[in-house]
């Protein structure tokens, strides 16, 4: 009997050494930014959704590799509110995940200024979306995705939390969506017309609807209003869907 504790030692330790390293995360890609122009956040549209200023020019910035539940609007909420907190005021990096075609198929990574914080990433590993493929993306970036989205899931994280209970919803469905949006969490009344004020969608000269900085439609390019003027007297675009 005493002759096997010897013997189970080296066991152990092989068992104690296996076991730390296989749970290293992976690395994403190291970016310099450092001579890249950061882009000023104007508004967040939407749980996936950014409008910028890059020097003179306001777009649209879609971020790549995510998906947020399209049934769920509470995680929809959710997710904007989060990106609000952390963008809001704040200036960005953004890099092109591929030259498409289609302006509108355009995916982008995001960090934030300047501490690089990869914004793609924080919204998967917080648990406010989920990681979906991005074709033209880095496969490293999608590995690193992939690992903290498990790592969410794991812990229950925001959508993937099961049973627990979720946020109250104190409104009946809301028949116009800007109203529920600003109605859940924001702290001062009157936030609805901040958000709209701040909101921006492009508009052309002889158009009677408002469109997203990218649609199709605008063949001239639009020009940038506030989302709360261009309701007055225009209709959302039905092809690029913009901000209500
Ligand atoms: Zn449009």
């Not at 997710?79 to 005021?89: E, I, T, V």
Request: proline content about 9%; aromatic content about 6%.
């Amino acid at each position: 009997m005493s002759m096997l504790h010897p013997l189970l030692w080296p066991v152990l330790g092989l068992l104690m050494v296996t076991a730390s390293p296989a749970e290293e995360p992976p690395s994403p890609a190291a970016l310099d930014l450092s001579n890249m122009p950061a882009a000023t956040i104007l508004a967040v549209d939407h749980s996936d959704v950014l409008t910028v200023r890059q020097g003179s020019i306001n777009m649209q910035v879609r971020l790549a590799n995510l998906s947020v539940p399209s049934d769920n609007p509470q995680a929809q909420q959710a997710a904007r509110d989060f990106l609000r907190n952390l963008l809001a005021g704040e200036k960005v990096w953004m890099i092109q995940t591929t030259a498409a075609p289609n302006p509108q198929a355009v995916r982008w990574y995001v960090y934030r200024w300047p501490d690089k914080l990869f914004v793609n990433l924080e919204l998967v590993r917080q648990g406010y979306a989920d990681m979906a493929p991005e074709p033209s993306g880095p496969a490293v970036t999608a590995q690193v995705l992939v690992y903290w989205r498990d790592q969410a899931k794991q812990s229950g994280k925001g959508i993937w939390g099961k049973g627990e209970a979720k946020p109250a919803v104190a409104r009946a469905p809301a028949s116009r969506p800007q109203q529920a949006k600003s109605a859940g969490a924001g702290p001062a009344a009157g936030d609805a017309s901040v958000t709209d004020a701040a909101t921006i969608v492009y508009v052309s000269a002889s158009g009677k609807k408002y469109h997203r900085a990218n649609c199709g439609t605008l063949r001239k390019g639009g020009n940038p209003v506030p989302l709360d003027e261009a309701r007055k007297s225009r209709e959302a675009c039905r092809t690029c869907n913009p901000p209500q």
